[in-house]
């Protein structure tokens, strides 16, 4: 039998039937439900007097809408729209039997922090959410990624999905990494190297000494923003570290069930001689703490670089997208990224709200002020146990010392779906994923970056190479 | 789902890459509960000149003079001419049904994100993959020839110009076969159930932890 990827290998093992032309139905073990993107398939099932096909395989939980100031129920939610959306998916999951982490529940959370999180996630399962960030959950060695409403409907209703296979692409990042400089680095860096459609049509899996090496935590981080390269799924071997991740999570088999789980997962990972239809390696060691100046996550640097210039650009729609991104940004063409001045902080999203990333700005922040020209400073915990978590460790007061805002779990400025919004002209130096323009609130200005690096720029009050900031400190 | 079969329409361009669904059908639109509806904020921010919220009456809204959808050569578009890596970004479906409120059909461009290009199938959109040339030298017809209109046949996957020459496309076997028949996936994947249920069984047994012991 000739070699395979772990991709092909996690596909192979749920094909539930292939047509001549490669079209499948592909089974799917788990799927996460959200207040967003599920309402209209379940009245579509309603509609045509459908019933789930498996609720077991089914996990809900409301994140895009929920407050992150003080509530206690969904009544609590200001917003009328956001809380019928809310309410709806409480009625369904009560309608259709769904287990729901609701408001007031310790487990609620963001969908792909809680999935890992409650143990739901496992290595070899195939898993899909209606929001495209579900490729975190490849971080495990589960063949996940985001599917839109109508799929999501399709999923409750035959546990299946049509498909056609992907191609394999490799990104392979060598050696090791500078202190200083973290996954978010590593996958903002990829993005840049290969733009957002590089993976267009492609599971990419991660492999080399760097990803050897990175927690698991730090492995969502990067698999979470495999679509920010255009592909729907990011992989990572599973290995020890993954094994021991999952263990005793309280979703995660138990007794035999485990010893025999552990022993089918230990082929998950692409075999030796595999081909790949793409391979791109980066060296670890020379990738520097990234900021995004622009309105695509392409449109990356690294923090002691200048802003592009458009007129450098051969190619015309990209020096006109360059264009727009500096007008938009309110950037000069040049300027050094560190004379960026920011306004806001957001550290939190599915990217990175996780403990090691709170863990991380905490360790920047710690005896530290957020500069008095930065207006607000959001620090928003990935679900309520990471919250309980941070708290049990004293970094919620080290964030309050500073001067941020220490909030309750959910996409929050993210997104701005709820109250927490970027407002229009500001510059966010921003632990999440998408820079596009208007995402985190109208007008406003995204700066992708890391924990340390956006808490880095709440101190000086603009982007600083956060190795200065550490070397200073101590 | 509504069938695709043939379209003679006017095309609008949509000249920039990597439009994501963030700007396709804005966060604040996303709360609603229905399918419908969305068309009148389709591009929001760059089509009026305040900020959109739900609710809020489009219709004495400040527009964007120049925003191509704003222009009268425009009005009545259903095919949308774009560049690469359309629909870039989230998954919400919103895109497409805001796509199709609005009144598009078809969107042609060089590339498409993934989720965008299956989203769109679905929802009796027909995308089109084309050559980078040739959405360039489209791109150019439709600026020099106000009211240019292509004609697209997907029963011969052909495109026909105002001049009578043709363009080839390709389309998934199934896609296509799911569009012109407006076919519902659901219903034919349920077709297959006892083939489900025999892949559920095996599956169960090689691992009982994937399934609920109650």
Not at chain 1, 277 to 287: F, P, Q, R, T, W
Not at chain 2, 80 to 85: G, K, P, V
Request: aromatic share 6%; charged share 20%.
């Amino acid at each position: 039998m000739s070699a395979k990827t772990l991709y092909d290998k996690l596909w192979d093992s749920h094909v539930v039937r292939q047509e001549d032309d490669g079209t499948a139905l592909i089974y799917i073990d788990r799927q996460l439900l959200h207040e967003v993107t599920s309402p209209q398939a379940f009245e579509g099932l309603r509609l045509a007097n459908r019933k789930p096909w498996r609720i077991d395989a089914n996990l809900a939980t409301p994140d895009h809408n929920v407050p992150t100031t003080a509530y206690h129920s969904v009544e609590d939610i200001v917003d009328p729209i956001s809380r019928i959306q809310v309410k709806t998916l409480d009625a369904n999951a009560k309608e259709f039997g769904i287990t729901e982490f609701g408001i007031g529940d310790i487990r609620q959370g963001i969908v792909h922090v809680v999935g890992p999180e409650e143990g739901i996630t496992l290595p070899g399962t195939t898993l899909v959410c209606g929001d495209s960030h579900t490729a975190t959950h490849g971080a495990l060695g589960a063949l996940a990624h985001g599917v839109g409403t109508s799929e999501v409907e399709h999923v409750l209703a035959t546990q299946c999905l049509i498909q056609k296979k992907m191609k394999n692409m490799l990104v392979k990042v060598n050696g090791q990494l500078q202190p200083g400089v973290g996954p978010k680095d590593v996958v903002l860096a990829i993005i840049g190297k290969i733009g957002t459609a590089g993976g267009n049509g492609h599971a990419i899996e991660f492999g080399g000494q760097v990803f050897q090496d990175m927690s698991i935590e730090g492995r969502m981080t990067v698999c979470n923003m495999a679509i920010e390269a255009g592909a729907r799924v990011g992989l990572v071997a599973v290995d020890q570290k993954t094994i021991d991740y999952v263990e005793g999570r309280p979703f995660a088999p138990k007794g035999n069930q485990w010893q025999a789980a552990v022993e089918a997962w230990q082929d998950l990972k692409s075999d030796e001689d595999a081909h790949f239809d793409k391979v791109v390696e980066l060296e670890g060691s020379a990738i520097e703490p990234q900021v995004s100046w622009g309105t695509s996550p392409e449109m990356v640097v690294s923090v002691n670089d200048c802003v592009p210039d458009p007129a450098q650009e051969a190619d015309a729609v990209k020096a006109d997208g360059i264009r727009r991104a500096l007008s938009y940004m309110g950037l000069k063409a040049g300027m050094l990224i560190s004379d960026i001045p920011v306004d806001y902080i957001f550290i939190g999203s599915c990217t990175n709200s996780r403990i090691e990333d709170l863990r991380q700005a905490a360790e920047v922040l710690k005896g530290q002020k957020v500069a008095s020209s930065v207006e607000q400073a959001l620090i928003v915990p990935g679900s309520g146990l990471v919250k309980q978590q941070a708290e049990a460790e004293g970094l919620d007061k080290i964030f309050v010392e500073a001067g941020f805002e220490w909030r309750n779990p959910g996409c929050s400025m993210c997104l701005a779906m709820n109250a927490d919004r970027l407002p229009s002209g500001k510059h966010c130096a921003s632990t999440s994923n998408r820079n596009f323009e208007g995402r985190q609130g109208a007008g406003g200005r995204t700066h992708l970056v890391s924990p340390q690096m956006a808490a880095a720029a709440a101190v000086a009050g603009h982007f600083i190479d956060v190795r200065q900031l550490i070397s200073t400190n101590q | 789902m509504e069938k695709f079969t043939k379209l003679t329409a006017i095309v609008a361009p949509m000249d920039r890459a990597n439009v994501d669904t963030d700007a396709i059908i804005p966060k604040q639109f996303l709360k609603s509960i229905q399918r419908t509806g969305f068309g009148v904020n389709l591009f929001d921010e760059w089509r009026y000149e305040d900020v959109g919220e739900p609710g809020k009456d489009n219709s004495v809204r400040p527009l964007r003079k120049d925003f191509v959808l704003n222009q009268p050569r425009y009005q009545g578009a259903k095919i949308l001419l774009a560049r690469d890596n359309f629909g870039c970004g989230s998954s919400r479906e919103h895109a497409p049904w805001a796509l199709k409120d609005y009144g598009f059909d078809v969107i042609i461009a060089p590339s498409f994100a993934d989720i965008f290009f299956n989203n769109s199938f679905k929802n009796g959109i027909l995308p089109i993959v084309l050559d980078a040339d040739l959405v360039s030298s489209l791109f150019n017809e439709v600026f020099a020839n106000p009211g240019y209109q292509l004609t697209v046949d997907l029963a011969s996957h052909q495109m026909i110009k105002p001049s009578g020459e043709t363009l080839d496309f390709e389309v998934d076997a199934f896609r296509r076969h799911c569009l012109l028949n407006g076919l519902d996936d659901i219903g034919l994947t349920l077709q297959h159930q006892s083939d489900i249920e025999t892949f559920e069984a095996t599956h169960k047994a090689k691992n009982p932890w994937l399934f609920a012991t109650e």
